[in-house]
């Protein structure tokens, strides 16, 4: 069974960094395209970043360029979401997902890390 285990969530201060970290294991790391998507309280999931899978091709929100920034290690199978210049809105679960396919659904999917960013 295909696992996604996020890690690496907490309560920072605005203005502060954060490092999320999403290991995978029974899936082929390597082939899938990954994703991280947040959900802030009384909201929809929303999309942050994307990487290919072979890690050259990244996507952002509009909300997180110049902030944020996706990465992956296919050695460990583990992608990592390196967050800066946190704000109070950046607050939300943090979910990674993986898909085969880079225009298809997103197959699998963590349960999820909570980032809180106090003022």
């Known amino acids: 069974q295909v696992q996604l285990v996020e890690s690496g969530g907490g309560l920072v201060q605005a203005g502060g960094s954060l490092r999320l970290s999403c290991a995978s294991s029974?899936?082929?790391?390597?082939?899938?395209?990954m994703g991280w998507f947040r959900q802030a309280p009384g909201k929809e999931r929303e999309f942050v970043a994307g990487?290919?899978?072979?890690?050259?091709?990244?996507s952002y929100a509009d909300f997180v360029k110049g902030r944020f920034t996706i990465s992956r290690d296919n050695a460990k199978n583990t992608v990592y979401l390196q967050m800066t210049s946190l704000k109070p809105e950046d607050t939300a679960v943090y979910y990674c997902?993986?898909?085969?396919?880079?225009?298809?659904?997103?197959?699998?999917w963590g349960q999820g890390t909570q980032v809180t960013v106090s003022s």
């Open positions: 029974k899936l082929t790391f390597w082939r899938y395209n």
């Open positions: 997902a993986a898909r085969f396919n880079s225009d298809g659904e997103y197959e699998y």
């Open positions: 990487i290919s899978w072979r890690g050259g091709g990244t």
